[in-house]
């Protein structure tokens, strides 16, 4: 009787590991994705081990000028071009792809500091709910607010060289 039970349990492991192999073989093991937040271009790397999420939030590109200029807020997470399934054989890369990428990414964190240092405060709303809007034509509008400026303050450099 004992014998008979520990060899169940065996094959009940057995078939326990073989159908986590296969899982993991067939839909994925681990999902990694990654967001940045419009506001202030924090970092989330949301990783999914066997399905339970594991979230990582780390400060960004230009993260010393944003933490010192940009006031508490909620997180405006827009998803940063990159997702990767890993299977047991296999990896899966999702990368964008025509407009999928947040056009967040269309402006330097630089640039976007020096437009905010001389904008309004209604400029600064403008720009965010811009960069907020599911619409991408929004969105492009609010990259222009930057890319404009970045001209501006070209041109100002070159009109006092005297060139």
Known sequence: ????FITLLGFAGVAAAAGLVWCAAVH??????????VRCRAERHETQLFGGPVVNVVSGAGAPWFAAHVPEHAHEWRWSG?????????VSCGCGG???RHAIWMVEPEEQARFLEQATPEEA???YAGLE?????????????VSDNEKEIRRRRLAGRGD
Not at 1 to 4: D, G, H, L, V
Not at 82 to 90: F, M, N, V
Not at 133 to 145: C, E, G, I, N
């Open 82 to 90: 990159r997702t990767e399934t890993h299977g047991l054989l296999w």
């Open 28 to 37: 994925g093991y681990c999902k990694e994705t990654d967001y940045t937040c």
């Open 98 to 100: 025509r407009n999928a």
């Open 133 to 145: 809007s599911p619409d991408l034509a929004v969105q492009l509008r609010s990259v222009r607010m």
């Open 125 to 127: 709303e403008t720009f």
């Open 1 to 4: 009787m004992k014998k008979e």
